[in-house]
T-cell receptor, first 113, second 105 residues
Framework: DAGVIQSPRHEVTEMGQEVTLRCKPISGHDYLFWYRQTMMRGLELLIYFNNNVPIDDSGMPEDRFSAKMPNASFSTLKIQPSEPRDSAVYFC???????????FGPGTRLLVL | QKEVEQNSGPLSVPEGAIASLNCTYSDRGSQSFFWYRQYSGKSPELIMFIYSNGDKEDGRFTAQLNKASQYVSLLIRDSQPSDSATYLCAVSMRFGAGTRLTVKP
């Protein structure tokens, strides 16, 4: 069974450009999480969905960040416009239940120049 | 105060020793506690979860939970060089900054 799939795996872009990160959760999982990881701040929860509905987006740093989950098998995290301080590894994770084990995707390494 | 706190390390132990990793949390109502391992350049993967006070053992790993003290720990017995990684404590869906462990041959 496939795990969590993320694309792209690497993204290099210039400041001001729009960036879209994609995630396909594990089939049957009802929770989807977006995290950002940096050396300085560790692994930060940005937003999570339950049954495609955003539950808590308090971790989204600014209005430049938005996330959607149009169906149970797909989610996007968009940054517009991107800034150099957005450079990080972005992980998507899914779980069956909010208090259960999360399964992480391979991450997207974003570099904003 | 951060919701989940860990000593960032680095923690260095010799091969065969016991490594002890600690974590404290602020939300008294938390019910689920996890330890993840993350190798450099990889994504976090689950080692253990614990929901009840006390100890839970799985092979060389033991998780300990004390809800009254809001404290959770991970012991790694007979540490191996392959255990060298960053260990992340998660309380519900909030993660600590991680403790970097190095096991020296």
């Amino acid at each position: 069974d496939a795990g969590v799939i993320q694309s792209p795996r690497h993204e290099v872009t210039e400041m001001g450009q729009e960036v879209t990160l994609r995630c396909k959760p594990i089939s049957g999982h009802d929770y989807l999480f977006w995290y950002r990881q940096t050396m300085m701040r560790g692994l930060e929860l940005l937003i999570y969905f339950n049954n495609n509905v955003p539950i808590d987006d308090s971790g989204m740093p600014e209005d430049r960040f938005s996330a959607k989950m149009p169906n149970a098998s797909f989610s996007t995290l968009k940054i517009q416009p991107s800034e150099p301080r957005d450079s990080a590894v972005y992980f998507c994770a899914s779980s069956f239940g909010s208090a259960e084990t999360q399964y992480f995707g391979p991450g997207t390494r974003l570099l904003v120049l | 105060q951060k919701e989940v706190e860990q000593n960032s390390g680095p923690l260095s132990v010799p091969e065969g020793a016991i490594a002890s990793l600690n974590c404290t949390y602020s939300d008294r109502g938390s019910q689920s506690f996890f330890w993840y391992r993350q190798y450099s350049g990889k994504s976090p993967e689950l080692i253990m979860f614990i929901y009840s006070n006390g100890d839970k053992e799985d092979g060389r790993f033991t998780a300990q939970l004390n809800k009254a003290s809001q404290y959770v720990s991970l012991l790694i017995r007979d540490s191996q060089p392959s255990d060298s990684a960053t260990y992340l404590c998660a309380v519900s869906m909030r993660f600590g900054a991680g403790t970097r462990l190095t096991v020296k041959p």
